[in-house]
């Protein structure tokens, strides 16, 4: 069982930069890819980013590539998104989830079902 808790949420201009944390807590973190997903208001949730739990693999939507970047520290068992050039389209609520499977390829890690746990979600709202 793993349990997942954001923070980092806010409201910010755009261009502006925020940065979430995901604190996990339980065992084998250090083997779980983590992936960032985000739902807009009125829309479906959507795939940002994600890492594997070595570290050594990441991936990115189109939408956020060069202005998003994922990572995280096994030791402290967090995963990070620091968002930079944040625009309006931006404004979602960022939620943070782990999958049990290992280094998996951008078809599966960008996948909600590939998931089993999930944060409860942090607000970001970007304004013009």
């Known amino acids: 069982q793993v349990q997942l808790e954001e923070s980092g949420g806010g409201l910010v201009q755009a261009g502006g930069s925020l940065r979430l944390s995901c604190a996990a807590s339980?065992?084998?973190?250090?083997?779980?890819?983590m992936g960032w997903f985000r739902q807009p208001p009125g829309k479906e949730r959507e795939f940002v980013a994600a890492i594997w739990g070595s570290g050594t693999s990441t991936y990115y939507a189109d939408s956020v590539k060069g202005r998003f970047t994922v990572s995280r520290d096994n030791v402290k068992m967090t995963v990070y998104l620091q968002m930079n050039s944040l625009k309006p389209k931006d404004t979602a609520v960022y939620y943070c989830?782990?999958?049990?499977?290992?280094?998996?390829?951008?078809?599966?890690?960008?996948?909600?079902?590939?998931?089993?746990?999930w944060g409860q979600g942090t607000q970001v709202t970007v304004s013009s």
């Open positions: 339980g065992r084998s973190f250090s083997t779980y890819d």
């Open positions: 989830a782990a999958s049990p499977t290992m280094q998996s390829p951008r078809s599966l890690i960008s996948n909600v079902y590939e998931y089993s746990w």
